[in-house]
């Protein structure tokens, strides 16, 4: 999935989340699909929660992880393919 920057990540409202243990598990209510998340995940995820841009959660990633730029932009992008495709996540 190609994404630019000024996209914007929003959560369905059919969409219900919670962190345990610092893992995030995700529940569409629609499909009864549940999805799971890591620690980096968890965090890109906390931040699709504010509805921010794309170019926002790159830049917030690696301010606070130890990744390169290439890298992170190459796992967000199949991550957030990953959610759109389970329709746990739009982008605009």
């Not at 995700?26 to 995820?45: C, D, I």
């Not at 932009?73 to 605009?92: N, P």
Request: with cysteine; glycine share 8%; proline share 1%.
């Amino acid at each position: 999935m190609l994404l630019t920057d000024a996209a914007t990540l929003t959560c369905p409202k059919e969409v219900l989340s919670r962190v345990l243990d610092g893992e995030a598990v995700l529940l569409h209510l629609g499909s009864g699909m549940y999805f799971g998340m890591n620690e980096v995940a968890t965090r890109a995820w906390e931040l699709v929660t504010k509805g921010v841009t794309y170019g926002a959660l790159v830049k917030q990633l690696i301010e606070e992880f130890e990744v390169d730029e290439a890298t992170l932009r190459a796992d967000m992008e199949r991550f957030v393919g990953a959610l759109v495709e389970k329709k746990l996540v739009t982008v605009a």
